[in-house]
């Protein structure tokens, strides 16, 4: 386990060594990000001197050395357009964005698990028909027309929940939440089930196909004739099993949801990592733009890492070490 | 299973004149699936409409002579100036929506179908190459494809769009990148099989060119799942191309996509006037679930595994 973490880590390293490189020099050739801060009749000597106090007449090595430097010290250069820690305007906005992956993880769960345990259970009732063509349905519908459409019937129509911001926001453990007050539930519940649609869907055919496997298996028909309820059979038993597949792949999709809350964000005017990214883009923030890449590869490859781990213990059969990174 | 066929009714291999070719073959079994065969004829009609778009629009929704601003925003149904009737009604500029979908659709459709060829022959041709010469080569590939699939495509391409700027060129750019990994990964996987074969070995003691053993010999027998993840892939390229023009990185004004229609009909949403981003949305959702299907029922079919 210790070899295989540390294995792990190393790797990692490695990934976010050339990640940090790729987007630094990927970005690096963008457009002339001095434009933004001159307006036309601005003298060369004053183009000359934004240059240089961004740092941007050093050869890109030099640029690119700093920059990781820094980076190993938490300093991820300063933003361009607001004048302050690249880093810290990404803290600031990313317990938004996490509270709404977790959200729709939740919602995930809590709609998925049930409606796919069903149709496993009874794939031959109408009603699992009628869910299966629904996931079907949720694979490819496109996200943002889903959240328009949400904000139209549950916001204009019906005029039943807002449709934009985080709303009321209340303080843990130092950190603003929303869904502690009924406002800030309010305004969460829409932006999360509109990012959850899609991963309700692959929920409930993974426990669709988890539950018609599991259910054939010897252990469970021995607990039947055991005489134990179906209740105890599907919930303890039955649930157990089809859990694996389900805790890995959300663990997987937890970076997806974070880097689909970029579209969700910008719909539902979300104030999270996602909005402050389209930002900067169209401002060619680029501190910003490299900051939050490096922190997404980052929570990647820690997810990739709790999830490997998780599974170890969630079934005992699989041995670290031959798990391939 | 004669019979079944020609109960399916539209299906145009049913007569059983002439030889059985794996052409004919795979026709009669795909249209076995009622739903497929609808999706199919639903994604036929999708195509035609994007190609003969100029022809069968009611009006040139990009031609100023032919579009007045005091039409703008009207109702479905509603009649125009002229006389003739808005059917989806039109959009804040005082197009006709309905000509407005043919037009994007045309678009979306061209920009995915366009970035999933280039796509699918890069990816297809580096699969190959790490299948066939395997060692380094194929780690060092596959390292990569990992490595790339690890990210989300939306992200990979919100960056590359970041770094290359607006246009239909830079998004095909950037979806054919997206894509390739997908490609590669596929046809590694069957080539891996292929390569162990007696025709290759066979292909092999002819001593025959490289060239010609990967593309003559493995890639004709790789294709089956080629296409497969080349339909589902077209479908997701589409829907992500829409994403993206909609976040406003994507293409730009003057080539009005599905995805940018809808992004448009965001502004006058809140005004209640639905129309303008709901059915452009319905002609994206239509056209990718009928890939879907269509990419569902192809993978059955050409899954030997499966064969009935």
Known sequence: MTVFIIRRLSQSLVVMLVMSFLVFS??????????????????????????????????????????????????LGKSFVYSESSLGIIAERMPATFELALAALVLAVIFGIPLGVFAGLKPEAGFSKAVMAGSILGFSLPTFWVGLMFIMVFAVMLGWLPSTGRGETASLFGIQVSFLTLDGLQHLFLPALNLALFKISLVIRLARAGTREVVHQDYIKFARAKGLTTRRVIFVHLMKNIMIPVVTVLGLEFGGLIAFSVVTETVFAWPGMGKLIIDSIQTLDRPVIVAYLMIIVLVFVVINLIVDVLYSILDPRVRLQDVKA | MSEAIESSGPAPAAGSVGVETPFRRFVSDFFESKVASMAAVVLGLIVFIAIFAPFISPQDPYDLAQVSILDAKLEPGTKSMDGWTF??????????????????????????VMSGIVAMCIGAAIGLAAAYFGGRV???????????????????????????????????????????????????????????????????????????????????????????????????????EATLSFLGVGLPIS???????????????????????????VALLITIVSINLVGDQLRDVLNPRLQR
């Open chain 1, 26 to 75: 990927g970005v690096n050739l963008v457009g002339d990000p001095t434009e933004i801060f001159l307006n036309d009749e601005a003298t060369e000597e004053e183009r000359q001197q934004t240059i240089r106090a961004m740092g941007l007449d050093k050869p890109w090595y030099i640029q690119y050395a700093k920059f990781l430097g820094n980076a190993v010290q938490g300093d």
């Open chain 2, 87 to 112: 059917w989806l009604g039109t959009d804040g500029a005082g197009r006709d929506l309905l000509s407005a979908m043919f037009y994007g659709l045309r678009i979306s459709l061209g920009v995915g």
């Open chain 2, 138 to 240: 194929d780690t060092l590939i596959m390292r990569i494809v990992d490595i790339q699939l690890s990210f989300p495509a939306i992200l990979v391409a919100l960056i590359l769009l970041a770094l290359l700027g607006k246009g239909v060129d830079k998004i095909v750019i950037a979806l054919i990148i997206v894509q390739w990994a997908y490609y590669a990964r596929t046809v590694r996987g069957s080539a891996l099989v292929e390569r162990n074969k007696e025709y290759i070995e066979a292909a092999t003691c002819l001593a025959l060119g490289h060239n010609r053993i990967v593309f003559r010999h493995m890639l004709p027998n790789c294709l089956p799942p080629l296409i497969v993840v080349g339909t589902i892939q077209t479908a997701h390229a589409i829907s992500l």
């Open chain 2, 255 to 281: 080539e009005p996509s599905l995805g940018l229609l809808i992004a448009n009909g965001f502004d006058y949403m809140l005004s209640g006037k639905y129309w303008i981003s709901f059915f452009p949305g």
